[in-house]
């Protein structure tokens, strides 16, 4: 199984800063015959599933501001809120589809400062 | 819009069988292009993929090594709607259990959950 990696654990920014989360795999997920990472990241706020918002590592799903970007490839990748908003906190996830089983990062707990 | 709607009991005894169904509207389990997934949510696992069902012509289901041996994911065409059945449960098993849509790639709609203890 492809083991997914976050860093940090958890992480505080201010209101209106920058944020950045960072997720590995332990081999690449980049698909050479059509040159796309099967990488995607999720919101989980509390008592809710978890929320689609990037996929193939970079593609903002419908409906997700454009504070919210994603960024890498092969094994290497990070999801950033350009300026960080209070609606902002959750857990952020990121997960692997290039192989079966489909697998999870651990979480990132982002909050306030 | 695609909406998934869990049922199923939340308290399961140990040594019986988890049961849990989803309810497809806005689309078809039979869909040519979309997978049927169940992921649970633990401490200790963190978000854990299940298994999946899926039609390509005809029926086929994927399940998690972990297990394997006590799992089936089976769609109902006639209510639009899969189930999950875990037998054998123990304390380990309990978790928030979900229902997700995969299509293309990502888990893109997602059920509301159903916490699911194992207690006697």
């Known amino acids: 199984d492809i083991v997914m990696t976050q860093s940090p654990d958890s992480l505080a920014v201010s209101l209106g800063e920058r944020a950045t989360i960072n997720c590995k795999s332990s081999?690449?997920?980049?698909?050479?015959?059509?040159?796309?990472?099967?990488l995607a990241w999720y919101q989980q706020k509390p008592g809710q599933p978890p929320k689609l918002l990037i996929y193939?590592?970079?593609t903002r799903e419908s409906g997700v501001p454009d504070r919210f970007s994603g960024s890498g490839s092969g094994t290497d990748f990070t999801l950033t809120i350009s300026s960080l908003q209070a609606e902002d906190v959750a857990v952020y996830y990121c997960?692997?589809?290039?192989?079966?089983?489909?697998?999870f990062g651990q979480g990132t707990k982002l909050e306030i400062k | 819009q695609v909406q998934l709607q869990q049922s199923g009991p939340g308290l399961v005894k140990p040594s019986q069988t988890l049961s849990l169904t989803c309810a497809v509207s806005?689309?078809?389990?039979?869909?040519?292009?979309?997978?049927w997934n169940w992921i649970r949510q633990s401490p200790s696992r963190g978000l854990e993929w299940l298994g999946r069902?899926?039609?390509?012509?005809?029926?086929?289901?994927d399940y998690a090594v972990s297990v394997r041996s006590r799992i089936t994911i089976n769609p109902d065409t006639s209510k639009n709607h899969f189930s999950l059945q875990l037998n054998s449960v123990t304390p380990e098993d309990t978790a928030v259990y979900y229902c997700?849509?995969?299509?293309?790639?990502?888990?893109?709609?997602w059920g509301q959950g159903t916490v699911v203890t194992v207690s006697s």
């Open positions: 081999q690449s997920v980049l698909y050479s015959s059509n040159n796309r990472d099967y």
């Open positions: 997960q692997q589809y290039y192989s079966t089983p489909p697998t």
């Open positions: 806005g689309d078809s389990v039979s869909s040519n292009s979309a997978a």
């Open positions: 193939w590592a970079s």
């Open positions: 069902t899926y039609y390509r012509s005809k029926w086929y289901n």
């Open positions: 997700a849509r995969k299509v293309g790639g990502a888990f893109d709609i």
